[in-house]
């Protein structure tokens, strides 16, 4: 690491101890990263989050007092600056889901190799989104389901369109990306499959990750216009 490059900050959120003693030292190991705080439930996360204002948060959805959804809903709100890195396990579809409308940055299976972990981090830090071909299947569902949903909404009542979703449906391009992820090819090979940099690519992802919180909140406000001005 250069003189330079600034350490990434983290704060480990997990209830299990070993399991939260095993992150830090894997990250303790690398130069540029430094594990300041340490949370077995999501309250101790938010105050954590709000006293050291970490870099990055690895969240674990199932802790006890406050869960991983609240939590990161609320270190969001307060420190849109902190990078929130959801680890999740495959069969978690609705908790996951509950991640992305929280306004996670990133989603990980708790199965995944060290160095996919690492590199995570690292993506972060340096404002990109990443997604893993699981979790890029399971977006790809919340979209057809949410815009399904907004589109009923819309269609009961006009006016809702209004508020802009259709502005934060997925483009052609972007649909293709997320489609290539969840078939599991690197952002390396998505670029070289479509004539694009790298770099496009990782821009593309965050912002597909952007639409896609913008487009929960949407869906969700028009449901819920639907529900208290029944037709």
């Known amino acids: ?11 480990i959120a997990e ?10 030292h894997l990250l303790s190991l690398e130069a540029d990263m430094e594990v300041v705080g340490q949370a077995s439930n999501g309250v ?17 959805l199932h802790m006890p007092v406050k869960g991983g959804v609240a939590a990161t809903r609320e270190i969001i709100q307060l420190l849109p600056d902190t990078q929130i890195l959801v680890l999740t396990t495959l069969d978690d579809d609705e908790t996951v889901f509950e991640a992305v409308r929280a306004g996670a940055h990133a989603y990980l299976l708790k199965d995944a190799a060290e160095d996919e972990l690492l590199e995570t981090i690292r993506a972060l830090k340096r404002g990109e989104s ?3 071909p699981q ?11 949410l815009s399904g949903a907004a589109g009923a909404a819309g269609a009961s009542d006009p006016g809702a369109s ?3 979703k259709n502005e934060e449906v ?13 078939e599991g090819m690197s952002n390396r090979q998505i670029a070289e499959a479509m004539f694009l940099a790298e770099g496009t690519i990782k821009n593309y992802v965050s912002r597909i990750m952007e639409k ?12 819920s216009r639907g529900k208290a001005h029944p037709r």
Request: aromatic share 2%.
């Open 1 to 11: 690491m250069s003189a330079s490059q600034p350490v990434i900050r983290v704060v």
């Open 15 to 24: 209830d299990q101890a070993q399991v939260r003693r095993g992150a830090a």
């Open 44 to 60: 101790e996360a938010v105050e954590l989050a709000q006293v050291l204002r970490p870099d990055v948060i690895l969240m674990d």
């Open 130 to 132: 990443r997604l893993t």
């Open 135 to 145: 979790i890029a299947r399971k977006v790809m569902d919340q979209f057809r389901r």
């Open 162 to 164: 209004s508020s802009g």
């Open 170 to 182: 997925l483009n052609d391009k972007e649909e293709k990306i997320l489609q290539l992820i969840s």
């Open 212 to 223: 896609l919180h913008a487009n929960t909140r949407i869906a969700l406000a028009l449901m």
